[in-house]
């Protein structure tokens, strides 16, 4: 599906090669983007190019296969003295083996590099989980519902938390499987 995990598994599944994904934004210069074919394989990355040759930034999310390992080895460090992911990205593309896949419409992604892009970020998480009472990305219930822990143990985790908002969101996940 177009959810954030049905993106992921797909992309773990993918037993070779590596996978970026793209996701469509107004001010590519400011990203760095990503240009595919119809196969969605990928023809470049370029970090914060002057003329973009597509609207699709690449949110720092990365799967790789086994081969990472070897490829990281050879990495070494850039102009800035850093050892860039860009170029484990670029190695795989230089292999024909660097696919994207496309986040859509209902997955919101931000960069959070500047202190107005933090603020957007912090009020969506907060107009989202004031609205709905729903927390985002609460490690517990994520485990839960993946049957990765049980409701005793969500309930012990929520002990420890004492008289708080998070321990009462807890409580209530366990309350509303009654």
């Known amino acids: 599906g177009n959810s954030i995990s049905g ?3 797909k992309a773990n599944r993918q037993q070779a090669g590596a996978t970026v994904f793209g996701y ?5 210069e400011r990203y760095g983007v990503v240009e595919f074919d119809e196969k969605w394989n990928v023809l ?7 003329n973009p040759k597509s609207n699709y930034a690449v949110p720092g999310l990365y799967f790789y296969d086994d081969n990472v390992v070897e490829l990281a080895r050879q ?3 850039s102009a800035r003295g850093e050892y860039e992911i860009t170029t484990l990205n670029q190695m795989y593309l230089e292999q024909g083996k660097l696919k994207v896949q496309i986040v ?14 933090l603020l957007q970020a912090a009020n969506f998480v907060e107009a989202i989980e004031e609205r709905q009472g729903l927390m985002i990305a609460c490690p517990e219930e994520i ?3 993946n049957k990765w822990i049980t409701r005793e143990d969500v309930l012990n985790i929520a ?5 708080s908002s998070y ?4 409580m209530s996940l366990v309350d509303d499987l009654r």
């Open 7 to 9: 993106l992921l598994e």
């Open 24 to 28: 469509p934004v107004r001010d590519p």
């Open 44 to 50: 470049s990355i370029e970090e914060k190019p002057q």
């Open 75 to 77: 990495v070494k460090p």
């Open 104 to 117: 859509g419409r209902g997955i919101a992604w931000f960069d959070t590099g500047t202190h107005g892009s």
């Open 143 to 145: 485990a839960m519902n």
């Open 159 to 163: 002990k420890t938390f004492g008289k």
């Open 167 to 170: 321990a009462e969101y807890l």
